[in-house]
């Protein structure tokens, strides 16, 4: 374990810092499952069908309710990262202090928007 995790008390920049990177590699993983998708979409309707019968369960929609939140926070993050870069702004540990509880808003209300949409679609099919 590095010593400086022994030494700082982490702070939620730090946090999303280090899930930024830690999301970045789920997303790789992630997307590596999404070309399965459409392989088994290639292959056919009745591996097409096992594949959505996954991914429709209750395992696959908690991966690809992580898979959501993981995008979310990656990309929030990559927006703030991008306005540090080319404006040199927002650089005050008090900006971003506020901008860091911004993002994880932002992330709860993104995946909470994709769910609610998702999930609704769902239940409107079965009522039909």
């Known amino acids: 374990m590095s010593p400086h995790l022994q030494v700082y008390k ?23 499952l999404m070309v399965a998708w ?10 097409f069908q096992k594949t959505q019968k996954f991914t429709g369960s209750f395992l696959g929609q908690i991966i690809l309710f992580g898979f959501s939140s993981a995008f979310f926070l990656h990309f929030i993050g990559g927006i703030r ?16 202090n506020q901008d860091s509880k911004s993002e994880v808003i ?8 994709l769910w609610t949409i998702i999930l609704g679609k769902k239940i ?4 039909k």
């Not at 982490?10 to 590596?32: D, F, H």
């Open 124 to 127: 409107k099919k079965r009522k």
């Open 81 to 96: 990262h991008f306005i540090w870069d080319l404006s040199g702004k927002r650089l005050e540990k008090p900006e971003i």
């Open 10 to 32: 982490p702070i939620l920049s730090m946090v999303l810092s280090i899930s930024n990177r830690i999301t970045g590699g789920a997303l790789s993983a992630g997307s590596a």
């Open 38 to 47: 459409l392989v088994s979409a290639a292959k056919g309707p009745k591996s």
């Open 106 to 113: 932002g992330v709860a209300a993104l995946t909470l928007a």
